[in-house]
């Protein structure tokens, strides 16, 4: 069972940057795509960004493109979600996840981290 845990979260002013780190319990972490998702209080989880296994491909919902960054260190078993430009709007508990059971975009995958609190100030 793979263990992923979360940390980075907190809170930012407006245009501010902040760092998501998922670590990963297990080495077969490199075997799988990676995402991250966020929920925001009352609405449902949605995706945020995902990366292939090698990071060779990245994918983004179109309301972070150009302000985060998907990546990942196999060596370290870690992937980051790099977050500049924050909008109030971004304000949401973070989550990544690993091991998509269907596409990258669906909130179907086998393991999840327990998430973590980013709150965007205006």
């Known amino acids: 069972q793979e263990q992923l845990v979360v940390s980075g979260g907190g809170l930012v002013q407006a245009g501010g940057s902040l760092r998501l780190s998922c670590a990963a319990s297990?080495?077969?972490?490199?075997?799988?795509?990676m995402g991250w998702f966020r929920q925001a209080s009352g609405k449902e989880r949605e995706f945020v960004a995902a990366?292939?296994?090698?990071?060779?491909?990245?994918f983004y919902a179109d309301s972070v493109k150009g302000r985060f960054t998907i990546s990942r260190d196999n060596d370290k078993n870690t992937v980051y979600l790099h977050m500049n430009s924050l909008k109030p709007e971004d304000t949401a508990v973070y989550y990544c996840?690993?091991?998509?059971?269907?596409?990258?975009?669906?909130?179907?995958?086998?393991?999840w981290g327990q998430g973590t609190q980013v709150t965007v100030s205006s």
């Open positions: 996840a690993g091991r998509p059971r269907e596409n990258v975009y669906k909130a179907r995958y086998e393991y």
């Open positions: 297990r080495r077969t972490f490199s075997n799988y795509a």
């Open positions: 990366t292939a296994p090698r990071g060779t491909s990245t």
